[in-house]
């Protein structure tokens, strides 16, 4: 079941233009995080309010990433404060029906077309 989550938290002491900087350099290592479907990463500079919204294939990937270097270097680090993380479990049923599962489906897709172009079979 997919889980959704969501990370809100506030910058001290690092302009939005550093943070987007810092985004663009971690993006790659968030994109190779196993169960990791989608991360969409969320900046309200008006209200110093910046997190990211994460689409994971199930709770056990959510939990693992938790426990993760990457995910400990974020909610450590001294210019990200007030760290807030909520999980929700995916209402599969209605989702279905407006189209949430679509983006889910297009990424297994161009996953299998990119494990078919490297070779590995």
Known sequence: MLVIQI???????????????????????????????????????DNNEFGAVYIWKNRVSYESFTESNLYNSVTSNPNVTNVTSEVFDVCAKPTKTTRGFKIVDLLAKAEAMRYLRSGKL
């Open 7 to 45: 990370m809100k938290f506030n910058l001290e002491g690092m302009g939005e233009q550093e943070y987007r900087e810092v985004c663009e350099n971690l993006a790659d290592s968030f994109a190779i995080v196993p169960g990791l479907l989608v991360k969409y990463w969320l900046v309200d500079s």
